[in-house]
């Protein structure tokens, strides 16, 4: 009986050995080169508040206000007003008590097929395009290809991506420019708390260590990081946010981790069991195209 368990174990093994070294050459073989910051014409400008065409700057430019907020939206066309008007509210009134501070929003359509780009321009009219502005994609990119759009056209010292859906607080944005200590972040629904301590532990094990949310939307980042981390970033869907952890600590970017208010807001667009099978393939391929040499990363000096 021991032979034969035996037996069973070395060819268990070995058949996991096979499948790993199939996956890692499947990985290799279909990893795609960075994608180029590629603009569609009409991705080169906004319109500012009378509808006229402005060009969009460039994040390689000097920064002229010091915060700059980056929203993602896909057919966000009911959820953004929600999260504009708290945002909006909130740094107005910042910039009332402290006259020196200055900020934009920057709203980037990621081919919605809704009303998401006229209900975000209302607010450009509202508040001027030099506090607000939209970008509308010619086609949708991903999540991280939109949040890398806006972050490249940014005129902020500090960039700061939020989700549309308004689930943080946005006053907390005080508690990331502070850096206060990392604590726990508020809980999600069972179900989604369950998915996401697996998907954490999948992030731990192939990618990332030491971060316990990845997946939070909202990240503040200086100038400087921003335009490191996302100039180096491939994946441009949900698994964004953990190449671009992994490419800040590559690059020995300090990173901390703190707690925001965070409500969980109807209308996700993750579907939790494909969503996140589909997010531990992507992490596996991760690993292994930076493990097999498929993508890598150039060391440059420390950054802030």
């Known amino acids: 009986m021991a032979p034969l368990l035996l037996q069973l174990a070395v060819l268990g093994a070995a058949l996991a050995a096979a499948a790993l070294v199939l996956i890692s050459i499947v990985a290799f073989t279909t990893a795609t080169k960075m994608p180029a910051l590629h603009r569609h014409e009409e991705e080169k400008f906004f319109l500012n508040a009378k509808g006229q065409k402005e060009t969009l700057p460039s994040i390689w430019d000097s920064p002229t206000k010091q915060l700059s907020v980056v929203v993602p939206s896909y057919n966000e066309e009911k959820r953004l007003p929600v999260m504009m008007d708290e945002a909006l509210s909130y740094l107005e009134k910042r910039q ?13 359509d990621d081919g919605s097929k809704d009303q998401t780009s006229k209900v975000a321009f209302k607010y450009c009219q509202k508040y001027g395009s030099d506090k607000v502005r939209v970008i509308t994609l010619v086609k949708n990119r991903g999540k991280g290809g939109a949040i890398r759009m806006g972050i490249f056209s940014s005129r902020g010292e500090k960039i700061l991506m939020a989700d549309a859906d308004g689930a943080t607080k946005f006053p907390d ?58 100039s180096s970033l491939h ?13 800040a600590q590559f690059f020995k970017i300090p990173i901390a981790e703190i707690a925001v ?16 099978l589909q997010m531990g393939k992507d992490l596996l391929f991760i690993r292994l195209r ?10 440059t000096r420390k950054m802030n």
């Open 173 to 230: 944005v005080e508690k990331l420019e502070k850096g206060l200590n990392d604590l726990q972040p508020w809980p999600r629904s069972y179900f989604r708390t369950l998915l996401m301590y697996g998907f954490h532990f999948l992030v731990w094990f192939l990618c990332v260590k030491g971060i316990r949310d990845t997946q939070c939307g909202f990240k503040l980042f200086t100038r400087e990081a921003a335009s490191r981390t996302f």
């Open 261 to 276: 208010n965070w409500t969980e807001i109807e209308g996700s667009k993750l579907v939790p069991f494909w969503s996140w």
């Open 96 to 108: 009332k008590r402290d006259p020196a501070f200055t900020y934009e929003v920057i709203v980037v």
């Open 290 to 299: 930076y493990l097999t040499g498929a993508w890598r990363l150039e060391q």
């Open 235 to 247: 994946v441009e869907r949900w698994a964004f946010d953990v190449e671009l952890l992994y490419i």
